[in-house]
């Protein structure tokens, strides 16, 4: 019974896809990025320290200026999407969500 509930959720999933091209190729996309975080985070492992160097000019300095940073990256990030994959994800109609079975 779950073989089957899987095999139905991955049919579902196939056909959605089928009508949402460039959502599927998206959606991949997003799926992977925790393991594209992780492999660009995998050297760091080993750091032990970090030395933070900024740029003269007004605004946070050091480790204040952290959050700040990782803001940008984010909303960097569907731009980097873009770059990726040649769809722009704020443009990609998202497909509706099945109802539960």
Not at 32 to 45: F, I, K, N, S
Request: hydrophobic share 45%.
């Amino acid at each position: 019974a779950k073989a089957r509930a899987e095999a139905t959720q991955t049919q579902a999933k196939a056909e959605a896809f089928s009508n949402y091209q460039e959502a599927a190729v998206v959606d991949m996309v997003l799926q992977r990025l925790p393991e594209v975080a992780e492999a660009v985070a995998q050297p760091l492992l080993g750091t032990r320290r970090v030395t933070l160097v900024a740029s003269g000019g007004a605004g946070d300095l050091g480790v204040s200026r952290l959050p700040t940073e990782i803001l940008e990256v984010v909303t960097k990030l569907p731009a980097a999407v873009e770059a990726l994959t040649g769809v722009s994800v704020m443009q990609v109609p998202h497909p509706s969500p099945s109802p539960p079975h």
